[in-house]
């Protein structure tokens, strides 16, 4: 089963990203976790791995729902505009504080989002993104 490789990390709390890049680092979920307090500066990263550096192309995205200057949803706006094979190549997860049923509603209408995940990031929740990370491996090859 192929590792996680990457995992990015966008969420306006510092601490919140502390704590998901120590899970992530403990539970050895994955080899390199980049974390984000700037929506734009993690698509900006994004952009730059998919032009430039393949080898930093995150595997799995934690994407917090609410962010100031750009939250999730304009993240996503920005985000259908990545080239296909990297977003399907690619896990979406939102976090959130609240689980708000509009905003999960809403996130029905990304077919890129996997899943909403309650804040804080838990074991639980890592081991169910790993299980479908190796489901969907196994699927492809």
């Not at 032009?51 to 949803?73: R, S, T, Y």
């Not at 504080?97 to 509009?102: A, D, F, Y």
């Not at 929740?125 to 969907?136: A, G, H, W």
Request: glycine share 2%; charged share 30%; hydrophobic share 35%.
């Amino acid at each position: 089963m192929k590792k996680i490789r990457t995992v990015l990390v966008i969420d306006d709390d510092p601490i919140n990203n502390v704590i998901c890049k120590t899970l992530i680092h403990t539970l050895h979920f994955s080899e390199v976790v980049h974390s984000f307090v700037r929506a734009k500066e993690a698509l900006e990263y994004l952009k730059d791995a998919i032009e430039n550096q393949p080898d930093k192309i995150p595997q799995v995205i934690f994407l917090d729902v609410n962010m100031p200057e750009m939250d999730g949803w304009e993240f996503l706006e920005e985000y259908d505009k990545l080239p296909t094979d990297f977003k399907e190549s690619c896990q979406l997860y939102m976090l959130s504080s609240s689980v708000n049923r509009e905003d999960m509603r809403k996130s029905e209408h990304y077919k890129y989002i996997r899943d909403f995940i309650q804040k804080p990031l838990s074991p639980v929740s890592l081991e169910d993104v790993q299980n479908s990370f190796n489901l969907e491996q196994k699927a492809q090859g």
